[in-house]
């Protein structure tokens, strides 16, 4: 049964920019509601409240629905999540497992139920909170390509259907050609071919998503973007939204406008990495963070640390734990290394740091479980980011000003990672852990140092344009709701 949650978050003060448009807004258009449907997962959802939060600075009502196993982990982690107030409000439904089942080891089957029974549990939980969606002014229904049944729940209900793509405008055009079968990316059977797209460098097999490789190992995922691009072909998808912003992927972007349109709307990322107000951010957390990493960042030497995190989900063989141990302590700069508590293991070694790593790093680095990263990669001790090369992490790089080292392992880590290297050149690929060390001395201190930092630099100024008042990312956004009002009132 769907169930309803109690979870809030605080409403942000509007900006000077923003209270002048929605002081102008008459009272009718205030009632308009928004439901966004994220996957419960801590960066699918803060991504998705960002974006809420740019709506409801616009006058929209907003509220954000996902799974009981997202309140679970809150409550778990955050006592702040169950008391605090808010204008976006969470809903909950059943994704068809116990709270106890592991979802992260049997993935494929926690899609596979989320798919089976999701769609009903939602659809009654959209019964129960608006009745009729229609006379509810229930304006639009957003969804992410994880949950790409949502598009049939909106059609069942009768509410337009809106698309937020939360990986680069890149990756959206490769997939959209892949399943379109607008290019021939057989040719890529053949490791030294190249594949040439519109918008994007020439792409080798290493710089492709795992999932339109002919080796793809991950079924249930790929099936999700398969059923994703299949209701865009069918235009169950009236807009596709995307965590980006044009200046950023302007050709790509560019590329698409005659084919499936994507919008920029981001950088969806805390307001502290656009020179905002810290307390406005609306993100929430499903890991408790160790405070001590910023104690200790404000100890070190500015632009001295090396920052080291490969994301919630990735937990590395001990092999590479110990290749980046290594390469930590012989570039000999203060670090900073995100590594999971053992109970994240499934493997003897897995993930967990060579024995007496610690110890002898004691006077050098700091390890933590989990850390505040907005906080950290703003922090001016920071020198660069070694990252698995996920989308919010790179777009959280970007707003920083930082470059970085991608150490890429799956889905769309490669082509992210091609991005970062022969696009927006604000980093480089580290081929191997073995050469870590190497790959931190050019970064800091090789012949393209410069280079990165001063195009780090400027991408982090153009994308807090592109968030302001008039700005690529803002007329977006104003474009969208001005469609959805448009829609209601015709």
């Known amino acids: 049964m769907a169930m309803e949650g109690n979870v809030r978050f605080l409403k942000r003060k509007p900006t000077k920019t923003e209270n002048a448009p929605t002081a102008l807004m008459d009272e009718t258009q205030k009632q308009h509601h928004v439901l966004m449907v994220a996957f419960a997962s801590q960066g699918h959802m803060n991504t998705m409240l960002r974006l809420g939060m740019k709506l409801f600075s616009k006058g929209i009502n907003v509220k954000l629905a996902t799974t009981e196993i997202a309140r679970h982990r809150m409550l778990r982690y955050s006592s702040a999540a169950a008391d605090s107030a808010s204008g976006i409000e969470l809903l909950y439904y059943s994704d068809g497992l116990s709270i106890d089942f592991d979802?992260?080891?049997?993935?494929?089957?926690?899609?596979e139920s989320l798919a089976k029974f999701g769609p009903a549990n939602l659809s009654n939980l959209i019964k129960q909170r608006y009745g009729n969606p229609g006379s509810a002014n229930l304006l639009c229904i957003i969804a992410n390509p994880f949950v790409p049944w949502v598009a049939n729940v909106a059609a069942e209900h009768g509410v337009p259907c809106a698309l937020l793509w939360i990986q680069p405008c890149a990756l959206y055009g490769i997939y959209y050609r892949f399943y379109n079968k607008l290019n021939s990316f057989q040719i890529l059977t053949c490791p030294e071919m190249r594949l040439e797209l519109p918008g994007l460098p020439l792409l080798g097999m290493q710089d492709l998503p795992s999932f339109v490789l002919p080796n793809n190992p991950f079924g249930s995922v790929e099936k999700l973007l398969y059923e994703a691009f299949l209701a865009l072909s069918m235009n169950k998808f009236k807009w596709v939204l995307a965590?980006?912003?044009?200046?950023?992927?302007?050709?790509?972007?560019?590329?698409?406008?005659?084919?499936?349109?994507?919008?920029?709307?981001?950088?969806?990322v805390p307001p502290l990495m656009l020179g905002q107000d810290r307390e406005d951010?609306?993100?929430?957390?499903?890991?408790?963070?160790?405070?001590?990493?910023?104690?200790?960042?404000?100890?070190?030497?500015?632009?001295?640390?090396?920052?080291?995190?490969?994301g919630s989900i990735l937990v590395l063989p001990a092999e590479l734990m110990e290749n980046i141990a290594t390469g930590l302590m012989n570039a000999r700069h203060p670090f900073l290394w995100v590594v999971k508590p053992p109970?994240?293991?499934t493997k003897d070694g897995e993930g967990q740091l060579p024995l007496g790593f610690q110890e002898e790093t004691k006077e050098q680095g700091l390890v933590v479980p989990w850390c505040p990263q907005p906080r950290v990669l703003s922090h001016p001790a920071i020198a660069c980011f070694v990252t698995h090369c996920r989308w919010n992490s790179i777009l959280e790089t970007v707003c920083s000003g930082m470059p970085l080292i991608a150490y890429l392992q799956w889905t769309d880590q490669p082509a992210n990672a091609k991005l970062i290297e022969d696009v927006f050149k604000t980093g480089v690929r580290l081929r191997s852990a073995r050469e870590l060390d190497?790959?931190?001395?050019?970064?800091?201190?090789?012949?393209?140092?410069?280079?990165f930092r001063n195009n780090a630099v400027a991408l982090k100024e153009v994308a807090r344009k592109a968030v302001g008042h008039g700005g690529s990312s803002d007329r977006n956004v104003q474009l969208f709701v001005d469609e959805l009002t448009e829609n209601a009132s015709g």
Do not use: K
């Open 243 to 268: 965590n980006s912003f044009y200046e950023l992927e302007r050709d790509v972007v560019d590329s698409m406008s005659e084919l499936c349109p994507i919008r920029p709307v981001g950088p969806l």
């Open 103 to 111: 979802r992260r080891t049997h993935l494929d089957c926690y899609m």
């Open 438 to 451: 190497e790959c931190i001395e050019d970064i800091l201190a090789g012949p393209r140092s410069e280079e």
């Open 281 to 310: 951010d609306v993100g929430i957390e499903m890991w408790r963070s160790d405070e001590r990493c910023i104690e200790w960042l404000d100890r070190q030497r500015q632009s001295s640390v090396i920052y080291v995190s490969f």
């Open 343 to 345: 109970e994240w293991s």
